[in-house]
């Protein structure tokens, strides 16, 4: 199937989405499910601060500017956020938990979007196309639910000029065709606008939590030997000195999975 042929289809499925929401919702525009709503700022705080490893400087500026913007009522305009750093530093780590602790599914709310230029902005020569689709999926599902996240992922390998759609929408303006964003939060990985966040490269104190973390999650009982052979199963920089993971906490798992079959 050509290119030209399969875009056609995914923007005709795509409008067929949105009518069916907008047939199917009969809601005020931008009101969200009262129930998939249920932030708490203290389970906010306490997931960053005994999860979020290494990353003292992210800790503060996130749990007050997502608090501030949740909880006002009548925020002045949308919420964006910029966070930059090393692979595996807590970027994606920190925007789930976001979402996590703004809806009750989570990850799975469908007032969760997530965009990776991998998947959705593919091909170069049709960012005219995804232009349209990003700002009609957007537009559409604040209309659906104001409390919208967007996240971006790998902003510097997001083709030129898709970005450019977004602009009406990160303003102070009231509402844009009819539709309120003020209370919508944007996150983009790697590029920056109201909160610039950045995250530090992990030491091996801050990874040896990550692997205590996923011995947790696995019920594993090992020691410290183990934990160290984890450790060991790493890359670190500088070469002499090996202070910081070259991976963060991103191949923890793997990692681990692979130090306990050798056991």
């Known amino acids: 199937m050509s290119c030209n042929r399969l875009l056609h289809i995914l923007l005709l499925i795509s409008a067929g989405a949105h009518s069916g929401i907008c047939c199917r919702n009969s809601k005020r525009i931008g009101q969200c499910d009262d129930e998939e709503i249920i932030f708490n700022s203290s389970a906010f705080k306490w997931d960053l601060e005994n999860k979020l490893h290494g990353q003292h400087l992210v800790v503060p500026t996130v749990y007050k500017a997502v608090t501030d913007h949740v909880s006002n009522p009548n925020p002045s305009k949308p919420l964006v956020l910029s966070f930059h750093g090393w692979t595996g530093g807590g970027k994606s ?152 993971s070259t991976s963060g906490c991103k191949k923890i798992a793997h990692k681990l999975a692979l130090a306990k079959d050798e056991l």
């Open 93 to 244: 780590f920190v925007s789930r938990m976001i979402a996590n602790n703004l809806f009750k599914k989570g990850e799975h709310s469908p007032y969760f979007h997530q965009f990776n230029p991998n998947i959705h902005f593919r091909h170069k020569d049709k960012t005219g196309v995804y232009k349209d689709q990003l700002h009609s999926w957007i537009y559409h599902n604040v209309s659906n639910c104001a409390r919208s996240v967007f996240i971006f992922d790998e902003m510097d390998h997001i083709p030129e000029g898709i970005m450019d759609v977004l602009a009406p929408f990160l303003g102070h303006s009231v509402h844009v065709d009819r539709v309120d964003f003020r209370k919508t939060i944007f996150i983009f990985l790697r590029n920056l606008i109201d909160h610039f966040v950045p995250f530090l490269p992990l030491e091996r104190s801050h990874v040896r939590n990550c692997i205590i973390d996923e011995m947790k999650r696995r019920n594993l009982n090992e020691g410290e030997n183990f934990i160290q052979e984890v450790l060991k199963e790493l890359l670190w920089f500088p070469e002499v000195e090996q202070l910081y």
